[in-house]
């Protein structure tokens, strides 16, 4: 009997899929990252959000309640590299967060940049 023309196949797909894992293990790893870049840049944008408009409070707001605000909305392995200031400018007050861009996740490594997100609130006026 004669052997068919092509050989054997079996297992094919197996190799190709195996020299493939490689690239697809790269791109998700290249994906997710663009995700942890973005997020972080949200977090800094709404906890300087957040740490603005606990600055304007009535009751006991001010620049102690500012960072206060803004940390609280920061997740704690986010915490470690986050520089927060509050300052009011004329009827504003002013808030900036800069976190650390992490590396593949939070805690880790951290890119040379950081993220940083402004927000201001105007001061309540209680008469």
Request: hydrophobic share 50%.
């Amino acid at each position: 009997m004669r052997r068919p023309l092509g050989g054997n196949d079996r297992g094919q797909v197996a190799v190709e899929f195996m020299g493939l894992l490689p690239l697809i293990l790269v791109v998700l790893a290249l994906l997710w990252q663009l995700v942890l870049v973005g997020y972080a840049y949200s977090l800094a944008a709404h906890s300087a959000d957040r740490g603005a408009r606990a600055g304007t409070a009535t009751d006991g707001g001010g620049a102690g309640a500012c960072r206060a605000a803004a940390e609280d909305e920061l997740p704690s392995s986010w915490r470690g590299g986050a520089t927060i200031s509050c300052v009011p400018e004329a009827d504003v007050w002013k808030a900036t967060v800069d976190i650390e861009v992490p590396v593949l996740f939070p805690g880790a490594a951290a890119f040379p940049w950081s993220a940083e997100g402004s927000a201001g609130a105007a001061k309540e006026d209680v008469r």
